[in-house]
């Protein structure tokens, strides 16, 4: 019996100095809370931004500070994808947030639905109404719909002057007025959308005077034929997994400095470029091209496997730095490359299987070609991890005579980026 309550008074013991440490963690707990109570509601409200605004609503319960602090936080930010409930619900949320919304101004609206949900335009134009009455400078609409038709954008958005980036992604009908005034446009993001005409295409870009980064994915059957991509202030141009079939594209834009072009299928790419300040290009296309005069003061250029074999015959007079994915069985046609960029100091080329490949011996062929690039100073090999059973071939590489006596070799994991050193 005595044991017994020993045991028992024993497990009471622990039991209190557990509800002490609670007690402890919420005062701690309660310290941090004040302290941030005690900083001014702006300073609160740009903590808050960083969070998704489904959190940021849930902050109103900490205490009667917090109550409507969320109203005022600048960033909005609704993801389907975060939330638990009917489509409905989740329509209904946003819009009785945006009418308890009190700032004056928003520098952040994002709207992201994920598939196997939908919305009608007649709430999405609402949303972006609400977005542009206060002064949105960078909207996100991603509207990633399985098997819905697209959805139009109110005509009000194309005028809004406080505009500073407008990314657009997927079921989005692009019908123009024929006015658009986006002045402080400076960020254009076009992914996967479809298109009136390519009338649309082209008003929407005229009505962005100051327009510098553009991002476009063109898909099949998007309503446009040669695209015709005309920006006198553009400076840096993506055209991902581009789909046009053999029709044209035409650049024009002389302040253009980096331009990252992808093409996947096989047809005929016929484009012309018109830009002299263009120094930078990450080319991955399938096709075979022409020179392209705009090409020849690159300083930077990344090309894939079979971008290397487009344009192994091309010349590069002012290109520093090379990058490209090879194998075993494309070192003709990075010779010929190399030949044609006779100012070249730095290569960086990835083998994803080392060595051997296709019956090629790497290292013989890496002797015969790229010590011969005379202004070489660095070459950087990125491949697997399988090179560390290759040491001789390696080591053949690393002792191979270099025309330039500064050369250095050097090799890389592609998992981690870190050099490996022999």
Avoid at 23 to 28: A, C, L, N
Avoid at 375 to 402: A, D, G, Q, W, Y
Wanted: include cysteine; charged fraction near 25%.
């Amino acid at each position: 019996m005595a044991d017994l309550v020993q045991r028992l008074s024993k497990k009471r013991s622990v039991e209190k100095e557990k509800e002490k440490e609670k007690e402890k963690d919420m005062e701690k707990g309660q310290k941090h809370i004040d302290q941030l109570s005690n900083l001014p509601d702006s300073i609160i409200c740009h903590i808050l931004s960083f969070l998704p605004t489904k959190l940021s609503v849930a902050t109103s319960t900490l205490s009667k500070r917090w109550k409507h602090l969320w109203t005022a936080v600048p960033v909005l930010s609704f993801s389907s994808a975060e939330f638990i409930g009917t489509l409905g619900s989740f329509v209904d949320s946003i819009g009785k947030f945006l009418t308890n919304f009190q700032a004056q101004n928003v520098y952040q609206f994002t709207i992201d639905f994920k598939p196997f949900l939908e919305v009608d335009e007649e709430h999405l134009g609402t949303w972006v109404a609400a977005a542009v009455e206060r002064n949105v400078q960078e909207l996100k609409l991603s509207l990633n719909f399985s098997h819905v038709p697209t959805v139009r954008l109110p005509g009000r958005l194309f005028a809004c002057r406080t505009l500073v980036s407008l990314k657009l992604i997927d079921n989005i009908f692009i019908d123009l007025p024929e006015n658009v005034c986006l002045q402080n446009l400076r960020t254009l993001q076009l992914e996967r959308l479809h298109y009136a005409n390519e009338g649309s295409f082209n008003i929407l870009l005229s009505g962005c005077p100051v327009l510098e980064d553009l991002v476009v994915e063109r898909i099949l059957d998007d309503g446009i034929l040669d695209m015709v991509i005309n920006v006198a202030s553009l400076k840096r141009l993506n055209l991902k997994n581009y789909e046009a079939n053999d029709h044209g594209l035409l650049i024009s834009a002389p302040l253009l400095e980096r331009i990252e072009l992808s093409q996947k299928n096989f047809n005929v790419l016929n484009f012309q470029i018109d830009s002299s300040s263009l120094v930078e290009a990450i080319i991955d296309i399938h096709v075979t091209c022409e020179p392209i005069e705009a090409f020849a003061n690159l300083e930077f250029l990344s090309l894939s496997e079979f971008a290397l074999f487009s344009m192994a015959f091309h010349e590069f007079h002012n290109l520093v730095c090379l990058e490209t994915t090879t194998s075993c069985a494309n070192w003709d046609d990075l010779e010929e490359l190399l030949h044609g960029s006779n100012n070249l100091k730095t290569l960086v080329y990835h083998i994803e299987v080392p060595i051997l490949h296709r019956g090629h011996n790497c290292d013989k062929s890496f002797s015969k070609t790229v010590p011969n690039a005379k202004f070489l100073e660095e070459v950087k090999i990125r491949t697997s991890s399988m090179l560390k059973k290759r040491r001789r071939h390696i080591r053949n590489m690393l002792n191979c005579p270099r025309a330039s006596t500064e050369c250095q070799i050097r090799f890389f994991l592609d998992s981690t980026g870190k050099e490996y050193r022999f």
